[in-house]
């Protein structure tokens, strides 16, 4: 590792000092035909040679270059020109617009270059202003609303809380539905793990702390631009991990010219955006008693009581301040550039001593001194530091304590002291749970991760050969310190004594790729490219987990201070190998046609067959190259795509191992080995399978590519179909085997959706531009077939009252609770006391993935001022409400303020006839609306339309002229807000929300999660 970072840094500053070999400089300024405006981003290079560079944001070039040179300049959307130097020092160009994007060059699988024209498959593409513009700072949500077939699903609004990112639905039952991130070519871990002993036997992901999903490392502001690889047409190169799709993202890198900087900062501001509407007229209490033996708020009216009313919600909550800084420099000439490049983040959230610090440093340089070879490499370390609250179905949980508060209770009452007793306890106003503010300040949890990405490359190209070979590596070390403090009633016991713990998570991932290309002239007019390469990846991880129970001393966390230790170890090392082909075929740029092909050799793979090959064929008409030329439709292109694509098994799952058992009753921490100071082992109760295969994804997708007027107006319409077979079960077996489980492949499960991008310029003047695109994508998930003698699969233990499933012929995970009993009109069956009746079988009562996902960017430009906002949004979606469910059985809602009197509960008898006998309110709101009825009562439709960001940007440009100018280029003023508006009837907090985070299946739950926030944003950056 320490040799690999080294050379990249060698690299680099190879790529520093080379730029002072000089020939003669060019410089000029590159502007638009049309209305003479600059144009940043041309490319400008020497004829026949790699030597050249991209204009700055002021269209301007600097480059040094032979005497006898020609400079070919070049833009998407714009005609090539070639100008030869002639012995000239300054050369201004002027560039003809002509139909938009048609030789546009996409960054695709193995992170090889493509004409978008020539792709037979769909894809996405994101560029850094719109991942800038977002105001996000993690890199997956920064990709929210910004194509089609793509669904972002946030997991709240405190610093670090992970992103979790599906493209055209879920194809496995247990395993990663996520796409595979790929950074500059080599792809990274974006894992979220949860720190969970290993003798506690619940799930995790439904309480403890929101934990980072590890994409959150990398700086936004690095990113040059993103592609979406959607299905497996775009991405079965990548063979076993492919499944998913993958997302490409390619980072900035220096330029040839002279040395140039930026600097960037950012203030941001945040709320909460949404939370549940309260009544403040109840106390504590029941059946119309003020009482504090409980924490339901059925009380007498406060009025009558004499005490204070108390908004704790409201007083909880904290603005949120961010403060970001960006710097880069980058420069080069001819053979060499560099860029360097250092960010910092700092952000406290809205919820009190919750803070996120993240630290980047990168370094880039590339040289071509050596004729036909190019070589380059990255660096970047990353420091990246955060104190997560806790969260969920939790005692020491902040909202669950919180928002159960009865408005008699001052969590924080200065005339109490505060939220704490004299001898360091929290103040309660219920035994069991935290005082919020208590537990934000005690019951932390730290996470500090190290990280280092890098990669080399080299390139050697002549005449019809070119060798290509990159080594990358992603390193890092997550240190985690959880801390539950004497007093609580959170952590794994439960029982007030204290907890401390210590997790030391260790990642590293190591890629090594070689590609051998051969391109050639078949018949004239037809050409050719056939790649080879080979591919080898090893992945290992380990987890070191220590507790201390039973503390001692307050305030000293220390694994010393307990009297009940335990300790555990995970470790997987994965390995995986590959050779691969690529071949493409080119007709008078109007017939592409590209097959592929990946055989892979996996360590996770049973003994029986350990390879599979992975194809993938795809082809592109563009059709209108045989009409005649016309002014209507500029660009027309037809596609078709075909391919196999795989998703691993986990490691492990081809042998029976000895694991240590852990026994659970479901309402204490459980038992587990070792225990009674005895260590304990017992064969694993599921059975491995020697057999065991990679899951597989078949997918056929075909498109129509249109570009009216000259790229006026452009449609791109898609529809894809695509199964998935051999998906891993835990099949039950006979018990006499010894074993509960066998893994066994045998699942299958479809996605078929549409995906559409309407996308047009109504109006472009010399000074006045408006572009706006509309996206639309429906996915349709069927779950086909599960392993013998299986009836239903759950996704991941959830909660007694809602599950989540993957069951035939429902969606996969689909919602599943108790039902109230329905006659055959649908009406409820109410008994004879006026109560609804409980159906004795339970049902699905709603898909959590949305019926259809659209959004809508517009940007409107004159001269130099800038204004873009995006409106997303979401139809349909069934989210288990059981904060509400909660707060309604409790009185605390704001519907359960009318709560004198009686109600009858619309339905019929089981005789059939009108309900007519009344019931309390009180028992309404508990029963037939709260959680101590069926489950189908907190089931909400989380449908949305939201302005999911806004930008204004104006830029100044100095004259170089000017005292100014000869330091500062230019200066930017940023304003910008994201989730300022939210239109949805979901009650609660933000439907945008998923209470167990990216690294798990469940979706669509909302058990005491965090809210969701706004933010105003205000930047200023300048270009030296």
């Not at 928002?403 to 924080?412: E, G, I, Q």
């Not at 537990?439 to 990405?453: G, H, K, P």
């Not at 490359?457 to 080594?471: E, G, H, I, K, Q």
């Not at 037939?928 to 069926?934: M, N, S, Y």
Request: aromatic share 10%; hydrophobic share 35%; with cysteine.
């Amino acid at each position: 590792m320490k040799r690999i970072t080294s050379l990249i840094v060698c690299l680099t500053l190879f790529g520093f000092f080379a730029i002072h070999a000089q020939d003669i400089q060019i410089k000029g300024t590159v502007t638009s035909l049309e209305d003479g405006e600059p144009l940043p981003g041309v490319s400008v290079v020497v004829k026949g040679t790699r030597t050249g560079m991209a204009t700055d944001v002021n269209g301007e070039y600097d480059l040094v270059v032979p005497p006898d040179a020609t400079l070919v300049f070049s833009a998407v959307g714009m005609k090539s020109k070639e100008v030869a130097v002639a012995g000239q020092s300054v050369i201004n160009v002027q560039l003809e617009s002509e139909t938009i994007g048609l030789d546009e060059v996409v960054v695709t699988a193995l992170g090889i270059t493509r004409e978008r024209k020539a792709l037979g498959y769909a894809t996405s593409v994101v560029s850094s202003d719109e991942i800038s513009g977002s105001g996000e700072y993690n890199v997956i949500s920064a990709l929210t609303a910004k194509g089609s077939g793509v669904q972002v699903i946030s997991s709240g609004g405190t610093p670090g809380a992970s992103s979790k990112i599906l493209i055209r639905g879920n194809s496995s039952f247990t395993g990663e539905n996520q796409p595979l991130i790929v950074v500059d070519g080599i792809p990274i871990g974006n894992e979220t793990e949860q720190t969970s002993a290993g003798d506690n036997p619940y799930n995790k992901n439904l309480e403890g702390v929101n934990n980072a999903n590890r994409a959150l490392d990398i700086n936004p502001d690095d990113i040059e631009s993103v592609t979406i690889l959607k299905g497996p047409a775009a991405a079965a190169l990548y063979g076993v991990r492919a499944a998913n799709g993958a997302i490409i993202y390619t980072t900035k890198k220096g330029v040839q010219g002279q040395i140039r900087a930026t600097y960037e900062y950012k203030f941001e501001l945040s709320q909460v955006n949404k939370l549940p509407e309260w009544q403040d007229v109840y106390s504590q209490g029941e059946g119309g008693a003020f009482t504090t033996s409980g924490y339901r708020s059925w009380g007498a009216p406060m009025s009558s009581l004499g005490i204070t009313t108390t908004d704790n919600v409201a007083e909880f909550f904290e603005n949120s301040y961010s403060h970001t800084h960006n710097v880069s420099v980058t420069g080069g000439n001819e053979s060499a550039n560099f860029r360097v490049a250092f960010g910092n983040l700092n952000n406290n959230g809205v919820i009190p001593n919750t803070y996120l610090d993240r630290t980047n440093v990168r370094l880039t340089g590339e040289s071509t001194a050596l004729k036909n070879l190019k070589i380059g490499g990255t660096a970047n370390y990353s420091k990246t530091k955060g104190n997560f609250a806790q969260n969920g179905s939790n005692l020491a949980g902040l909202m669950l304590s919180l928002f159960r508060c009865p408005v008699n209770f001052n969590l924080d009452d200065p005339a109490e002291g505060g939220y704490e007793t004299p001898d360091g306890e929290p103040r309660k106003y219920y035994v069991a749970f935290d005082n919020p503010y208590w537990s934000a300040y005690n019951n932390t949890f730290v996470s500090s991760v190290d990280r280092i990405m890098g990669n080399m490359y080299a390139n050697y190209t002549y005449n019809w050969l070119t060798l290509d070979y990159r080594l990358g590596t992603d390193f890092y070390t997550d240190a985690r310190k959880g801390i539950i403090a004497i007093g609580s009633y959170g952590g794994d016991a439960g029982d007030g004594t204290g907890e401390v713990s210590e997790n030391i998570i260790r990642s590293r991932e190591l890629y090594s790729i070689f590609m051998a290309s051969v391109h050639h002239q078949i018949v004239d007019g037809l050409n050719g490219n056939l790649s080879l390469g080979h591919n080898i990846n090893e992945q290992f991880s380990q987890s070191l987990f220590s507790r201390s129970r039973v503390l001692s001393a307050p305030d000293f966390y220390n694994l010393n201070n307990g009297s009940d230790l335990y300790a555990d170890e995970t470790s997987i090392t994965a390995r995986t190998s590959a050779l691969f082909f690529i071949a493409d075929l080119d007709w008078k740029s109007t017939l592409f046609i590209n097959a592929t092909g990946r055989n892979e050799w996996a360590s996770t793979l049973g003994l029986e067959q350990n390879n599979f090959f992975y194809p993938s064929v795809s082809a592109s008409l563009v059709f209108t190259e045989l009409l005649p030329e016309n002014s209507v439709l500029t660009f027309g292109k037809l596609r078709l795509g075909w391919a196999k694509a795989g998703n691993n098994p986990g490691a492990y799952g081809t042998r029976t191992y000895y694991t240590q058992p852990t026994v659970a009753a479901g309402y204490t921490g459980g038992l587990g080995w070792p225990y009674l100071e005895v260590s304990g082992f017992s064969k694993s109760q599921v059975l491995g399978n020697s057999g065991l295969k990679p899951e597989m994804t078949t997918g056929i997708e075909g498109g129509l590519d249109l570009r009216f007027f000259n790229g006026r107006l452009n449609l791109d319409v898609t529809y894809y179909d695509q199964k998935t077979i051999d998906i891993l079960v835990a099949r039950p077996i006979a018990p006499t085997t010894g074993f509960s489980y066998l893994w066994e492949n045998a699942g299958e499960m479809s996605n078929k959706g549409v995906e559409v991008t309407l996308s047009g310029a109504p109006v472009r003047t010399s000074s006045l531009s408006w572009d706006i695109m509309v996206n639309f994508s429906k996915n349709v998930n069927e779950v086909l077939k599960l392993a013998e003698g299986v009836d239903e699969i759950s996704i991941e233990a959830a909660f007694y009252s809602m599950g989540s499933y993957a069951i035939v012929g429902d969606p996969y995970g689909a919602l599943y609770s108790d039902l109230w009993l329905l006659d055959d009109n649908g009406n409820m069956v109410i008994d004879v006391d006026g109560y609804p009746i409980i159906a004795d079988e339970r049902g699905n009562v709603g898909n959590p993935f949305p019926d259809w996902l659209a959004n809508v960017r517009n940007t409107v430009t004159f001269k130099d001022l800038s204004l873009s906002f995006l409106i997303d949004v979401r139809q349909g979606g069934a989210i288990w409400n059981g904060t509400i469910a909660r707060l309604n059985q409790i009185g605390r809602t704001d519907i359960t303020a009318d709560r004198e009197g009686t109600i009858v509960v619309e339905g019929v008898t089981e005789s059939g006839q009108p309900n007519t006998v009344p019931i309390p309110k009180e028992d309404y709101y508990t029963y037939v609306v709260g959680d101590w009825g069926p489950g189908i009562n907190a089931v909400y439709d989380g449908s949305w339309i939201r302005l999911r960001d806004v930008s204004l940007q104006y830029r100044y440009r100095f004259n170089d002229a000017s005292k100014i100018g000869k330091y500062i280029k230019a200066v930017s003023f940023i304003a910008s807000g994201r989730n300022l508006w939210l239109s949805t009837d979901y009650p609660g907090i933000d439907p945008e929300t998923s209470l167990t985070g990216a690294g798990s299946n469940l979706t669509g739950f909302d058990y005491f999660n965090m809210p969701a926030t706004k933010s105003y944003i205000f930047g200023v950056k300048f270009d030296f």
